[in-house]
């Protein structure tokens, strides 16, 4: 093991001097502590290229500043071919990135990139004031092992972990097996779990295939729950956007508060948030808040598609009817524009299919309309509860158009063709209003909060047809 008396000697030198420039924390501290950490010259490269990629698209190669291998052959792998890459991939141990005097990064993403490229064990990063090393984990979050002022080094005895001796044996640890090791020996709530002894639901199973593909094959179901979650967690807390697979694309990696303007109004006309979500050249954003959702699929920052809808399901009728009014106004603005985390998008209405959506709207507020003058005939006051289907639904406004009907003396029942042949045979010249008999067999009917029971039928004579028109009583009950 490194000598701690030998690192505080190392340090206290390298802290006498002035220290200005990057070039001086490299060679007064980087080399010394490399040395110090016991890797031998000879294993040591600077400004080794590092080739990553973009989906398929190569990247310049970037040079780390320190690469340490556990061979002394990678002047001979230091091109952009297979072979090279799955050599440099075998050897590299250790990233050490410099910086200027205190201008210590907040995100080690420099060093980050170098080791998942070079599938090196660990990183160190140090601007010659403050020091932060991890070890990498490709499968989670990586370990921080220090994080202090350089000055405090010596005093830290976790800096030994990164040793020559300690770095090589933890990359010759067949890592697939030690992940198995680990599942298979890991206490949950006191008791040891064997992922194969796992039962998941075959539509959770389906899709975890589906989305794992070949790297699915021959795994039992726990087993296949264990890798799809520990390899989303790692693009995850890698925040990876490239090479990343598909089903990636349908999980959000951020969101951010935004506001959607009219035209080009200076006063925000809706507030919500924008779930991002992007996979390699794809970018797709849902402006979402309680009415409105607007979704939009960016390729390379140029609008590829998009879409709006609406959801307006207040309690209350005029709170409905003013929340779709604002609807209405937004679809018969010109464009509107999207402003979140320092970016704008801007949308022509045009893009969407908004006649259709200016159609659904006004049908909404008719019915809404219908619903005020129920409660204003009745004085009574809905409450607007959630319909769980489309046949509850319609089931529901079929309800509220008889009942309308029933006040405005339109037609609202229709009896088969013998009934309505014997009440034709009236031959009324004047409007009649009848009892409602138990051999009519009409219903009553529920509208939300209430209980339409049906008390007389009123016969309306008419240029070509007899309308019927059947009156209702309301009775206030309990929602089931």
């Not at 160190?124 to 989670?140: A, E, H, Q």
């Not at 699915?216 to 729950?225: F, I, Q, V, Y």
């Not at 009942?403 to 409007?431: D, H």
Request: negative net charge; glycine residues 4%.
């Amino acid at each position: 093991m490194p000598d701690l008396k030998k690192l505080q000697s190392i340090i206290d030198s390298f802290l006498q001097c002035n220290n200005r420039s990057e070039a001086e924390i490299r060679s007064k501290f980087a080399v010394p502590l490399i040395e110090w950490l016991e890797y031998p010259m000879e294993f040591r490269s600077e400004e080794f290229p590092v080739y990553g990629y973009e989906g398929s698209k190569p990247l310049p190669a970037k040079g780390a500043d320190f690469l340490l291998f556990d061979d002394k052959d990678y002047k001979s792998h230091d091109q952009r071919r297979n072979t090279h890459t799955e050599w440099v991939n075998k050897h590299s141990l250790l990233i050490l990135e410099t910086k200027k005097p205190e201008k210590m990064p907040e995100v080690l993403g420099q060093a980050q990139f170098y080791t998942f490229w070079t599938k090196a064990v660990a990183y160190i990063t140090t601007d010659g004031c403050k020091i932060i090393g991890c070890i990498y984990n490709p499968l989670s979050a990586d370990e921080v092992i220090i994080n202090c002022d350089v000055k405090d080094l010596p005093n830290t005895e976790e800096i030994t972990r990164f040793a020559f001796p300690e770095i090589k044996k933890i990359k010759e640890i067949d890592f697939s097996k030690e992940i198995e090791s680990r599942i298979d020996n890991e206490e949950i709530g006191g008791e040891i779990v064997d992922p194969d002894t796992i039962k998941v639901p075959q539509n959770l199973v389906s899709y975890m295939r589906s989305a794992l593909g070949k790297n699915a094959t021959g795994l039992s179901e726990g087993r296949l729950l264990e890798k799809y979650l520990r390899s989303t967690d790692f693009y995850l807390q890698q925040d990876m956007r490239y090479g990343i697979p598909e089903y990636m694309f349908d999980i959000p990696r951020g969101v951010t508060s935004a506001m959607i303007y009219l035209d080009d109004s200076l006063i925000p006309y809706m507030r919500g948030d924008v779930y991002q979500y992007y996979r390699d050249d794809l970018e797709r954003l849902e402006f979402q808040n309680d009415y409105l959702e607007v979704n939009i699929l960016l390729l390379n920052d140029t609008i590829a598609g998009a879409s709006i809808y609406f959801h307006v399901l207040d309690y209350h009728v005029s709170e409905r009817i003013l929340n779709l009014q604002r609807i209405q106004k937004l679809f018969q603005t010109k464009k509107i524009r999207l402003e979140y985390d320092n970016k704008t998008i801007e949308l022509s209405l045009k893009i969407f299919n908004v006649k259709e959506q200016q159609n659904l709207v006004q049908y909404w507020l008719d019915c809404m309309n219908q619903i005020t003058a129920i409660e204003e005939f009745f004085d009574i006051k809905f409450v607007l509860y959630p319909v769980k289907s489309v046949e509850e639904s319609e089931q529901l406004y079929r309800h509220i158009d008889a009942v309308y009907k029933s006040i405005t003396k339109e037609r609202n029942i229709t009896f088969c063709k013998e009934g309505e042949k014997c009440f034709k045979s009236l031959k009324l010249t004047e409007p009649i209003t009848l009892p409602v008999e138990e051999p009519l067999n009409l219903r009553s009917i529920k509208i939300h909060n209430y209980m339409f029971k049906p008390t007389k039928m009123n016969l309306i004579p008419h240029k070509r047809n007899l309308v019927i028109s059947v009156e209702f009583v309301p009775e206030e009950v309990a929602n089931s």
